[in-house]
T-cell receptor
Framework: DQQVKQNSPSLSVQEGRISILNCDYTNSMFDYFLWYKKYPAEGPTFLIS?????DKNEDGRFTVFLNKSAKHLSLHIVPSQPGDSAVYFCAARISPDKLIFGTGTRLQVFP | GAGVSQSPSNKVTEKGKDVELRCDPISGHTALYWYRQRLGQGLEFLIYFQGNSAPDKSGLPSDRFSAERTGESVSTLTIQRTQQEDSAVYLCASSLEPEETQYFGPGTRLLVL
């Protein structure tokens, strides 16, 4: 029973264009959402987050959008850069001590 | 400052053997988490330590798995009588407080033959 779903296992985008990574969730009790980025042989690193009371949070080239009615969030990266190539995990917080992660989307940004 | 470190980085073991994985959290972080990532899957919560409170073991998949943490420092995850399905990357994370950002270590890649 996957409560956080990332249905696209991979995404390929040209440098300079927008990357949009999607995430769907099933539990309306989730109150906080995060995106993590993971390079090979490294642990995930925190990228950006959003509280359920907001619908948008922006940090430089990264923007996260939350649509509570659709139980959907997305991460926009613009402009995309080759260094953004990594696996991106969406996570939802169900309690102060527990995050539920999606399966990840591998983003490749090509020149 | 130093991040979360884990050792070993890779471990190959035979089915039935016990393994011990180590995590050194960021100094001063009160919360420590263990996750597992199997091939092609997301991160799966295993166990959580917060200060001197009883750990949240709700994610441990079987009684072959156990973990300890000494105060607010090192943690060890032990898998007894390993099985092939235990093969995964085991990730440790720590945070200053439970609701704060979790910082991950590089993981231990475990392969059970």
């Amino acid at each position: 029973d996957q409560q956080v779903k990332q249905n696209s296992p991979s995404l390929s985008v040209q440098e300079g264009r927008i990357s949009i990574l999607n995430c769907d969730y099933t539990n309306s009790m989730f109150d906080y959402f995060l995106w993590y980025k993971k390079y090979p042989a490294e642990g995930p690193t925190f990228l950006i987050s959003i509280s359920s009371i907001k619908d948008k949070n922006e940090d430089g080239r990264f923007t996260v959008f939350l649509n509570k009615s659709a139980k959907h969030l997305s991460l926009h990266i613009v402009p995309s850069q080759p260094g953004d190539s990594a696996v991106y995990f969406c996570a939802a917080r169900i309690s102060p001590d527990k995050l539920i992660f999606g399966t990840g989307t591998r983003l490749q940004v090509f020149p | 400052g130093a991040g979360v470190s884990q050792s070993p980085s890779n471990k190959v073991t035979e089915k039935g053997k016990d393994v011990e994985l180590r995590c050194d959290p960021i100094s001063g972080h009160t919360a420590l988490y263990w996750y597992r990532q199997r091939l092609g899957q997301g991160l799966e919560f295993l166990i959580y330590f917060q200060g001197n409170s009883a750990p949240d073991k709700s994610g441990l998949p079987s009684d072959r798995f156990s973990a300890e943490r000494t105060g607010e420092s090192v943690s060890t995850l032990t898998i007894q009588r390993t099985q092939q399905e235990d093969s995964a990357v085991y990730l440790c994370a720590s945070s200053l407080e439970p609701e704060e950002t979790q910082y991950f270590g590089p993981g231990t890649r475990l392969l059970v033959l």
